[in-house]
């Protein structure tokens, strides 16, 4: 899976506020469910900095975790990335690490490899 096929397979998703997170997070897990694996959301991956990480999406197969996602809502139609978020994805031991930005806008999404 990449980048591309996630943008694509993700379409375009509209809600509001928290309920909008949350709509792209279920896309994600069942995308994939959808290719087998088994999806988490709000996966706890440990504490760093005093802080709890949890990462938004994961997919896992034999309980191994194999493509990891954040999810970041932005209000403008340009599309950014977060250092926190990336961070918090590096830490995990997964080959596949995704950024998933959504316009709170438009409501289109641009996946980014990490």
């Known amino acids: ?11 375009v998703i ?15 897990a069942q995308i994939g469910r959808n ?7 709000e996966y706890k991956a440990g504490i760093y ?9 994961v997919w896992l197969s034999k ?5 990891a996602f954040e999810v970041r809502m932005k209000k403008s139609y340009f599309l950014t990335t977060s ?4 961070k918090k994805l590096i830490r995990l031991d ?8 959504v316009s709170k806008i438009s409501g289109r999404n641009y996946v980014q490899e990490t």
């Open 1 to 11: 899976m990449n980048a591309t096929t996630l943008t694509y397979l993700l379409g």
């Open 14 to 28: 509209k809600g509001a506020g928290r309920q909008h997170h949350l709509l792209v997070q279920e896309k994600l």
């Open 35 to 41: 290719l087998g694996y088994t999806s988490i959301i």
């Open 49 to 57: 900095d005093g802080r709890q990480d949890i990462i938004d999406v």
């Open 63 to 67: 309980r191994k975790i194999i493509a």
């Open 83 to 86: 250092n926190k978020d990336r």
């Open 94 to 101: 997964v080959k596949k690490r995704f950024l998933v930005n």
